[in-house]
């Protein structure tokens, strides 16, 4: 299949496809932002299906002994004429317009216009003397350090879209900057699934009540799952006394929203955002915890639960409220 035309019906339904497999409630990591987490200091992101159909393509005109574009000119005049016979809607006539040899050659003579990988490169990827299984992953990462200051922009501008919902007290574009280096400083620090919870705190990705009652039919947010005392938001937790209890576990303070993000100039150091981040991470599964069980099920405290997620060893040492 990478091997025939770049089909954008086919395009888009892999994207549905992947929107479904990798994608939360709402939509809230779009897909594009998926195939761009390396800027969040990810080690993995998405492929981008339409560069890896390109890269198959330069791997198979790399690698084949068959003149491509004597075969291509070859089958368009073959078409041509049984075209001009029958007509353009002649039975799987579309079908015939997608040779493989055409499509590859496209690419072959066309990348360096389309996808401006750079002449020179291009020309080395082809007739490199690299090993032959490298060539797909090299073109694919040429293709992705192409459009890679496009994707870090759409990143950027998807992160300010998303903090511009919260009232932080600094202008937007500090709030932005100070997110990115915070996703940046936090990647190899901490667990992947740490610098998740934190990347979805950022992005407004944690599936609250707020967040969702449009989803619900615009009700009002249920109350925290934790005190009670306030709405399930994102604006409460930054405010309650439970979260403020775990943040303390971690030796770390949470009061305004922009402490509790991990936005303000304390967690410009190291140890701060990494403690914070733990705490956020401790929230959020404690939250999900909280949220997926049956209601009456769940016998323990939000506070049992938060020692439980701890482990004894720190109730051990007496750092309980
Ligand atoms: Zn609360």
Same mark, same amino acid.
């Given at each position: 299949?990478?091997?025939? *035309?770049?089909?954008?019906?086919?395009?888009?339904?892999?994207?549905?496809?992947?929107?479904?497999?990798?994608?939360?409630?709402?939509?809230?990591?779009?897909?594009?932002?998926?195939?761009?987490?390396?800027?969040?200091?990810?080690?993995?992101?998405?492929?981008?299906?339409?560069?890896?159909?390109?890269?198959?393509?330069?791997?198979?005109?790399?690698?084949?002994?068959?003149?491509?574009?004597?075969?291509?000119?070859?089958?368009? #005049?073959?078409?041509?004429?049984?075209?001009?016979?029958?007509?353009?809607?002649?039975?799987?006539?579309?079908?015939?317009?997608?040779?493989?040899?055409?499509?590859?050659?496209?690419?072959?003579?066309?990348?360096?216009?389309?996808?401006?990988?750079?002449?020179?490169?291009?020309?080395?990827? #082809?007739?490199?003397?690299?090993?032959?299984?490298?060539?797909?992953?090299?073109?694919?990462?040429?293709?992705?350090?192409?459009?890679?200051?496009?994707?870090?922009?759409?990143?950027?501008?998807? #992160?300010?879209?998303?903090?511009?919902?919260?009232?932080?007290?600094? !202008?937007?574009?500090?709030?932005?900057?100070?997110?990115?280096?915070?996703?940046?400083?936090?990647?190899?620090?901490?667990? *992947?699934?740490?610098?998740?919870?934190?990347?979805?705190?950022?992005?407004?990705?944690? !599936?609250?009540?707020?967040?969702?009652?449009?989803?619900?039919?615009?009700?009002?947010?249920?109350?925290?799952?934790?005190?009670?005392?306030?709405?399930?938001?994102?604006?409460?937790?930054?405010?309650?006394?439970?979260?403020?209890?775990?943040?303390?576990?971690?030796?770390?303070? /949470?009061?305004?929203?922009?402490?509790?993000?991990?936005?303000? /100039?304390?967690?410009?150091? /190291?140890?701060?955002?990494?403690?914070?981040?733990?705490?956020?991470?401790?929230?959020?599964?404690?939250?999900?915890?909280?949220? $997926?069980? *049956?209601?009456?099920?769940?016998?323990? /405290?939000? $506070?049992?639960?938060?020692?439980?997620?701890?482990?004894?060893?720190?109730?051990?040492?007496?750092?309980?409220?």
């Amino acid at each position: 299949m990478q091997l025939v *035309p770049t089909n954008f019906a086919v395009k888009r339904f892999l994207d549905f496809m992947l929107r479904k497999i990798f994608v939360g409630p709402g939509n809230r990591i779009t897909l594009q932002t998926a195939c761009a987490l390396g800027f969040a200091g990810f080690k993995v992101e998405l492929r981008d299906t339409f560069a890896a159909s390109v890269a198959a393509k330069v791997r198979v005109a790399r690698n084949t002994v068959l003149d491509i574009d004597t075969l291509s000119t070859e089958c368009f #005049l073959t078409r041509n004429t049984y075209h001009v016979q029958r007509g353009m809607d002649a039975k799987h006539s579309l079908w015939q317009m997608s040779s493989m040899a055409t499509s590859i050659a496209v690419v072959k003579n066309g990348a360096t216009k389309e996808f401006d990988i750079g002449r020179s490169k291009f020309l080395a990827l #082809l007739r490199g003397t690299k090993a032959e299984k490298k060539v797909q992953k090299a073109v694919t990462m040429a293709l992705g350090k192409a459009a890679a200051p496009a994707r870090r922009v759409h990143f950027s501008e998807t #992160l300010r879209r998303r903090l511009e919902r919260f009232r932080l007290d600094i !202008p937007l574009g500090w709030a932005t900057s100070r997110g990115l280096k915070r996703m940046e400083n936090l990647a190899g620090k901490v667990q *992947p699934r740490i610098s998740a919870s934190y990347f979805k705190l950022l992005f407004n990705a944690w !599936p609250t009540a707020r967040r969702i009652r449009t989803l619900r039919g615009g009700k009002r947010a249920s109350k925290c799952l934790f005190c009670q005392n306030g709405r399930d938001s994102i604006e409460h937790f930054a405010r309650c006394e439970f979260c403020s209890v775990v943040f303390s576990k971690f030796r770390v303070q /949470s009061g305004t929203l922009l402490q509790f993000m991990a936005l303000d /100039s304390g967690a410009a150091e /190291s140890c701060v955002l990494v403690a914070k981040a733990k705490a956020l991470h401790v929230i959020f599964i404690l939250r999900s915890l909280l949220f $997926h069980s *049956p209601k009456n099920a769940c016998a323990a /405290s939000p $506070h049992e639960l938060l020692n439980a997620v701890l482990g004894t060893q720190l109730t051990a040492r007496g750092s309980t409220q």
